[in-house]
Antibody, heavy 125, light 114 residues
Framework: QIQLVQSGAEVKKPGASVKVSCKTSGYSFTFYGISWVRQAPGQGLEWLGWIRTYNGNKYYAKKFEDRVNMTADTSTTTVYLELRSLTSDDTAIYYC??????????????????WGQGTLVTVSS | DIVMTQSPDSLAVSLGERATINCKSSQSISSSSNNKNSLAWYQQKPGQPPKLLFYWASTRESGVPDRFSASGSGTDFSLSISSLQPEDVAVYYCQQYYTSGHLTFGGGTKVEIK
């Protein structure tokens, strides 16, 4: 079955960077893009960006484009999110999420039908 | 950027009654190339990641009960639950994927039992 398993919770100091991993299995990795979405405590959903695992093309939300990097390792079917220059506003659960079944080989971001369990990133001095 | 506005922020509905959630986009998200509206709906229960319910505004994801329906076009969309069940208590989000490179979510609507 399709699985997206994320790395564990992180605690970071302001100004630091964090790297979250998303290990995928149960499907053809390069067929589907991966989005990253975050949710601050008690708040709504916020889209950070998307990576096309087929060729590494990326789309980043304007708000994050100067301090985010997404990468995909086809050898380990793992996607990574790195966020730099952290502030307390970055405290949130970060989710990776796969494009839906009917959107295989999409060249641009799509909605998501399979989600990781989430990774809590806490930024605190 | 396309702004997605949901209403109401929350609603309480009796078991077995209908719940309707609205979602409005700041510009049309209807594509002339495929005549489809690039809108998705999600359900999120406490402590869980979101679950995709609909895409292309009204295409139901496999396994979603048929008491859920979705409709709309252009800038105005809605999600309805025809007969609210206890397991439907959740926060519901709309999301546009019309703008390549910048997907946006609505603010969410919390559905509770009256």
């Amino acid at each position: 079955q399709i699985q997206l398993v994320q790395s564990g919770a992180e605690v970071k100091k302001p100004g630091a960077s964090v790297k979250v991993s998303c290990k995928t299995s149960g499907y053809s990795f390069t067929f589907y893009g991966i989005s990253w979405v975050r949710q601050a405590p008690g708040q709504g959903l916020e889209w950070l960006g998307w990576i096309r695992t087929y060729n590494g093309n990326k789309y980043y939300a304007k708000k994050f484009e100067d301090r985010v990097n997404m990468t995909a390792d086809t050898s380990t079917t793992t996607v990574y999110l790195e966020l730099r220059s952290l502030t307390s506003d970055d405290t949130a659960i970060y989710y990776c999420a796969r494009d839906p079944l009917h959107f295989s080989f999409s060249a641009s971001p799509q909605p998501s039908d399979s989600w990781g369990q989430g990774t809590l990133v806490t930024v605190s001095s | 950027d396309i702004v997605m506005t949901q209403s109401p922020d929350s609603l309480a509905v009796s078991l077995g009654e209908r719940a309707t959630i609205n979602c409005k986009s700041s510009q049309s998200i209807s594509s002339s190339s495929n005549n489809k509206n690039s809108l998705a709906w999600y359900q999120q229960k406490p402590g869980q990641p979101p679950k995709l319910l609909f895409y292309w505004a009204s295409t139901r994801e496999s396994g979603v009960p048929d008491r859920f329906s979705a409709s709309g076009s252009g800038t105005d969309f809605s999600l309805s639950i025809s007969s609210l069940q206890p397991e439907d208590v959740a926060v519901y989000y709309c999301q546009q994927y019309y703008t390549s490179g910048h997907l946006t979510f609505g603010g969410g609507t919390k559905v509770e039992i009256k």
